[in-house]
DNA sequence: TCCTTAACGAAACCGTCGGTAGCGTAAATG
DNA sequence: CATTTACGCTACCGACGGTTTCGTTAAGGA
């Protein structure tokens, strides 16, 4: 799609429609038969190309865990979408419908996989019974929205296993 | 200030520059003489109200550093300027310059302190040697952006102690 | 008292850009 | 052949950040 070019070159705030359609050969009035908002039509291409996010379960949780988290950092350091879904904040802080859509379509689909894995990771015994799944999903999350706006550098593929790890074993010395 | 209660009222994304000069009483040139852009001029509100974030330190780096993230998402959370300031950070990923001023003045020194606590806890042997100080900045500083972008609810003051046990503890069961 | 300078207020204005309206047209559909 | 559907085109609107111009007030110094 046009839309992913563009945001490939320029980013998301410097994405024009008039530019999409110009560059889709299409006029700026069939997008918007397409769809109610620029925010609404890069949500459509950032989804299309992030696809669906599962993974193949093996029965050991933390495992699971630690790749659905790998799989997410991934696709958000390595592709166009990815890196554009950071930006995509500034729009949604301003409009209430686009933030619904936003969750309701790239986190909570995670958060119920990631709460499904921690609830199972704990009746196994593999998690201490107190630890807070929304805690910890907080925690292995954060530095994926953080570092691209806080730092202004993405959060590397990487460093998905490294801040699992991290959580996991904790850092105190024993 | 003026722009203080209008971000209260409205958050930074219905913040108009008109209404700030005409609840200031001003005439808006006024303001373009003094700031150079509206980001800028949320930004001086913003820290006038945040203050330093300044903690006595008691020579244990461990409860210093716990200490500096409870104040840090105490002021997040209780403060217009706080709950103002993840908007602003989804602002910025479109403006380089103000991005620069924004990690400058709020995200730069705050690391930098934790930094340093981060170093002594682990020659002191209180934080394993192998720990990741940047990561685990991430990893307890994450919540205080991802929760209000990405679940469009704030990071309460007691998530900050939270999140520090659960990284500092480790979640794993043994 | 006069002159200069600095700061401000008022109001009109500009440019960009997301989003619309109106209208004509070409291709399916029956 | 009539009707519907979808599209292109152009002109337009409105919001809003930011600018320009000009007139006014008030220090403050000689």
Chains 1, 2 share one sequence.
Do not use: C
């Not at 696809?51 to 958000?76: C, F, N």
């Not at 995509?88 to 996989?113: K, N, S, T």
Request: hydrophobic share 45%; proline share 6%; net charge negative.
């Amino acid at each position: 799609m046009a839309t992913l070019d563009l945001l490939a070159e320029a980013g998301y705030p410097a994405l024009r429609i008039d530019e999409v359609a110009r560059r889709a050969g299409v006029a700026k009035t069939t997008i918007y038969r397409r769809w109610p908002s620029k925010g609404e039509m890069v949500l459509d291409a950032i989804a299309a190309q992030l696809g669906d996010r599962s993974i193949e379960e093996t029965g050991d949780p933390l495992h699971d865990l630690r790749r659905l988290l790998e799989v997410t950092y991934e696709r958000l350091a390595e592709t166009v979408a990815g890196r554009a879904l950071p930006a995509l904040a500034a729009e949604i802080m301003g409009d209430a419908g686009l933030a619904e859509e936003y969750r309701r379509r790239f986190v909570h689909p995670l958060r119920e996989r990631a709460r499904a894995l921690i609830g199972r990771a704990i009746d196994q015994g593999l998690l201490r019974s107190d630890v807070d799944p929304d805690l910890l999903m907080d925690a292995v999350a954060g530095p994926s929205l953080y570092r691209p706006i806080a730092l202004g550098v993405p959060a590397p593929a990487g460093s998905a296993s490294a801040v699992f790890d991290l959580v996991i074993h904790g850092a105190r010395n024993h």
